[in-house]
Each structure stands twice: as structure tokens, then as C-alpha cells.
């Protein structure tokens, strides 16, 4: 099966910056888009950024300008750095990839997967 392994999150003072970094593990033929959502108590889960194999990006309104995706893809990869953080982004952050695996017969079948999710606390 396929695995996404978060790590990065912790407790950082308003102002600060945290690497948010996940890597997807598995029997991956490729990996289309990728993406960082947020959840905080009591509210949905929503989009931070997500980014496309070729690196095409999309952010959200609140976190533009301080919030940076990037991916490597030889290793599977998805990055997200965060600087200039507010306490109103304390949350679970997940990661989220769109991919293919392999299945047999040389088949391959498209999934969804999350992260396990890292709590990132923003915090004097």
C-alpha cells in the first residue's frame, strides 16, 4: 500500500517560521498533485496549498505571501514553509497526494491518500 509520512510540526512563537515535509512511500508508479490542508478545533478541514507534478500552485487567500509548497519528486516529496506564522494557524496539518499505484496484471489504480497529520501550535 501506499504510505504519507509527515513531519515538522511543533509549538513556534507568533512571527516565527516551521518545514512541514512529507514523503509518500509504496508501490507508486507517480504521483500527480500534492497539497497541505489544515485542520483547527472545531472547524472543517481546509486547503492550504497544493502543487502539480510540473509545479503549478495554488494557495489560500490567507496564507499567500508567507506560506511556501514546493515538491521534489525523485523523492517523492512535498514541502511546505512557513514563516511569518499567526496563532490562527495552529492546527493539524495533513498532507494529501492524487496518485497511481501498481496493481496486478501490470495494472495501475488511482487513490487518494493522507497523512497521518502534524500539529503545528503558534504560540507565545
Known amino acids: 500500500q501506499v504510505q504519507l509520512v509527515e513531519s515538522g510540526g511543533g509549538l513556534v512563537q507568533p512571527g516565527g517560521s516551521l518545514r512541514l515535509s512529507c514523503t509518500a512511500s509504496?508501490?507508486?508508479?507517480?504521483?500527480?498533485?500534492m497539497g497541505w490542508y489544515r485542520q483547527a478545533p472545531g472547524k472543517e478541514r481546509e486547503l492550504v496549498a497544493t502543487?502539480?507534478?510540473?509545479?503549478?500552485?495554488n494557495y489560500a487567500d490567507s496564507v499567500k505571501g508567507r506560506f511556501t509548497i514546493s515538491r521534489d519528486n525523485a523523492r517523492n516529496t512535498v514541502y511546505l514553509q512557513m514563516n511569518s506564522l499567526k496563532p490562527e494557524d495552529t492546527a493539524v496539518y495533513y498532507c494529501?497526494?492524487?496518485?497511481?499505484?501498481?496493481?496486478?496484471?501490470?495494472?495501475?489504480?488511482?487513490?487518494?491518500?493522507w497523512g497521518q497529520g502534524t500539529l503545528v501550535t503558534v504560540s507565545s
Open positions: 494529501h497526494a492524487d496518485l497511481f499505484i501498481l496493481t496486478g496484471g501490470g495494472r495501475r489504480t488511482y487513490l487518494e491518500v
Open positions: 509504496g508501490s507508486i508508479f507517480s504521483i500527480n498533485a
Open positions: 502543487i502539480t507534478h510540473g509545479s503549478d500552485t
